[in-house]
């Protein structure tokens, strides 16, 4: 129950196209849904994040789409760049709860310029 | 992220010897956190502190162990490594009072390998 399934693994996309990568979970406890961006030799640092309570939040090209009764999320990258070439990791998280991330397992996204 | 650091970056180690990783912060942030980072399994937790009194284990902590210096800093340590234990390891940071804003701040990494 405290599994994020998140897929692809990895994704390969034309630069313009749209990034898709989904992620599912299964404890209904979760309330806070954090999408982070890693690049090679780097940590993770936050991109963007959404709670239950909307189903849709979106900051320039990217926005998460929430579906609560099928218990998935998904971010979805508009007009894709090289430069957004990087690992993408879902999580979530109980804000009431220990603040605990459980992560994804992550997807290698490739922009082809 | 300069303002949560990691030392060292790279180590190299043998079999059966004890290493210390550690992490300082100059955030101000009360929470603290050790992942560990594997090729197709994500970031999984090791052990998170949210004070200088208070440390849990996290999804994978057996053969680890944390000590929280201060507010500010946060070592793990691998009492015997072992193969299986090279990974890239990250700490990270949150604040309690960002409440709803549960955002974590990640330190640039350390690439450890165990021979």
């Known amino acids: 129950q405290q599994q994020v399934k998140q897929s692809p693994q990895s994704l390969i996309v034309q630069k313009g196209g749209i990034s898709i990568i989904n992620c599912a979970y299964e404890?209904?406890?979760?309330?806070?849904f954090p999408w982070y961006q890693q690049f090679p030799g780097k940590g993770p640092a936050l991109l963007i994040a959404i709670r239950p309570d909307v189903s849709e939040k979106k900051e320039g090209r990217f926005t998460i789409s929430f579906n609560k009764s099928a218990k998935q999320f998904s971010l979805h990258i508009m007009d894709s760049q090289p430069g957004d070439s990087a690992t993408y990791f879902c999580a979530a998280s109980m804000l009431a709860g220990t603040y605990k991330y459980i992560f994804g397992t992550g997807t290698r996204l490739k922009v082809l310029a | 992220d300069a303002d949560v650091t990691q030392t060292p970056r790279n180590r190299i180690t043998k079999t059966g010897k004890r290493i210390m990783l550690e992490c300082s912060q100059t955030k101000g942030h009360d929470r603290m956190y050790w992942y560990r980072q594997d090729p197709g399994l994500g970031l999984r937790l090791i052990y998170y502190?949210?004070?200088?009194?208070?440390?849990n284990k996290g999804e994978i902590s057996d053969g680890y162990s944390v000590s929280r210096q201060a507010q500010a800093k946060f070592s793990l340590s691998l009492e015997s490594a072992i193969p299986n234990q090279t990974a890239l390891y990250f700490c990270?940071?949150?604040?309690?009072?960002?409440?709803?804003?549960?955002?974590?701040?990640f330190g640039p990494g350390t690439r450890l390998t165990v021979l």
């Open positions: 502190s949210f004070d200088v009194k208070d440390i």
């Open positions: 990270a940071t949150s604040d309690l009072r960002a409440g709803r804003n549960n955002e974590q701040f």
């Open positions: 404890n209904t406890a979760f309330d806070y």
